[in-house]
């Protein structure tokens, strides 16, 4: 039987310092127009994609229904049961509040970093789609308005389980000619069969060459047909980094991603301004605090926010306007359903800074069987929905065939 999550034991429930729910604050049931709605449920469904994605829904009592979802991780649905009771009989329309309550109510058991954020990210990209159906506006215009009516997608690429430079520039000609795109990623952290120690971080001599030939390879075959990007995973050492970096510095290289791994933003700066190669990090920060130093002390001429598990649509808009502060565009990580992707893209088409949005199921034949009416990725791009709220309607037949085992559907 599955357990109740609800009936723990709130921490915060006595007493604290800065509550915000509707009650504490004085917002009260006046606004009229339709909008004076309050928040009946939520519930979770996990799918079996090419990541575990986690479906999240937010029922109201206008019968109205906003989807979101939130960043794979074990424990987000519990985690969004926990936080349900904290946002029933709230209303929707309060998002910003609504995303601060959920924050500090759980402020003690994981809300600065980590699944927490993305659980109540979930939460607050199916209020966006919420609030927008209830305003008869589509999402973006919830985030100030558009910037373009297309928002351009890149194409994670893989090259194959033996990753040589042929077999990678084989790839980005595939994926530019049969389906289009003018953006990708490869990696960069695989074999090369001149590895003698997996764990100490540091890049032999042959190591960098075979990785700067795939560099090389890949964007010699692609010319000026497509943009192309490189991650590196977290992997290697600083001073190998600032060696591979180097190596590709005159490569077509749009970005090189994550070289370094990621705790130590020091490293990450002094890898980023020893080179003229761009540098890409900030898909394992979380909430607008933690890209901050990245931008700040300009440790990166590229950020990567993934939008379910930084925080959600506000939270990436909000590091957003910080990057542009320093002048740094935003592409966005992106490995979710069809939900997060198309939520990435209403806040990619409400900033200006946007360089694309990441694709990352292009291998999954059933990525757009999730959902009703035409392909949204068409040429490498999104053109944005005019529709309210996200403008994308969930296929539950499809919904319900890709399930996790043991899931159940939404009501
Ligand atoms: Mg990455």
């Known amino acids: 039987m599955a357990k109740d999550y609800t009936t723990l034991r709130d921490p915060n429930a006595e007493y604290t310092m800065r509550e915000l729910s509707a009650e504490t604050m004085g917002v009260q049931a006046k606004r009229g127009g339709g909008r004076d709605v309050e928040i009946t449920d939520v519930q979770t469904t996990m799918l ?9 829904r937010v029922y109201t009592d206008a019968g109205i229904v906003g989807t979101g979802e939130a960043y794979w991780g074990a424990g987000v649905p519990e985690i969004i049961e926990r936080m ?5 009989g709230e209303n929707p329309l309060d998002i910003d509040r609504l995303f601060e309550h959920l924050v500090q109510k759980t402020s003690g ?14 939460i607050e990209v199916a209020l966006h789609d919420l609030a927008g159906k209830i305003l008869e506006v589509p999402a973006y215009q919830l985030l100030g308005g558009k910037y373009r009516d297309r928002v351009r997608v890149y194409c994670d690429c893989h090259a194959g389980e033996e990753s040589e430079p ?5 790839e980005a000609e595939r994926v530019i000619e049969e389906l289009g795109y003018d953006a990708l990623k490869f990696d960069l952290d695989v074999p090369s069969g001149h590895e003698k120690d997996r764990a100490n971080r540091h890049l032999r001599g042959p190591e960098v060459k075979h990785k700067a030939e795939i560099v090389r390879a890949v964007t010699d075959r692609i010319g000026d047909r497509a943009d192309a990007a490189f991650d590196c995973h977290w992997t290697f050492s600083a001073g190998s980094a600032k060696r591979l970096a180097r190596e590709i510095e005159d490569l077509d290289v749009w970005w ?11 490293v ?6 020893h080179t003229t190669t761009p540098v890409a990090a900030g898909e394992n920060v979380y909430r607008k605090h933690g890209p901050r130093r990245l931008l700040e002390e300009q440790a990166v001429d590229v950020i990567a926010p993934d939008l379910p598990k930084v925080g959600g649509m506000r939270e990436t808009r909000k590091i957003a306007d910080m990057a542009d502060t320093y002048y740094v565009p935003v592409a966005m990580h992106n490995v979710s359903s069809p939900v997060g992707t198309m939520a990435s893209a209403h806040v990619a088409t409400a900033i200006p800074n946007s360089l694309a949005v990441e694709f990352h199921s292009y291998e999954l034949e059933w990525w757009d069987d999730l959902y ?5 990725i068409e040429d490498g791009h999104i053109e944005i929905p005019e529709e309210p709220g996200l403008g994308l309607t969930l296929d539950m037949d499809a919904v319900e065939e890709h399930m996790v085992a043991g899931e159940s559907l939404f009501d």
């Open 48 to 56: 079996d994609g090419n990541f575990p994605w986690t479906l999240v």
């Open 84 to 88: 349900t009771p904290f946002i029933v």
């Open 109 to 122: 058991e994981g809300s600065i970093e980590g699944v927490t954020v993305s659980a109540i990210a979930g």
């Open 166 to 170: 042929e077999s990678n520039a084989a």
């Open 256 to 266: 090189l991603e994550d070289p370094v791994p990621p705790e130590n933003h020091d």
């Open 268 to 273: 990450q700066r002094e890898v980023t301004q």
């Open 372 to 376: 009703e009416g035409t392909p949204i």
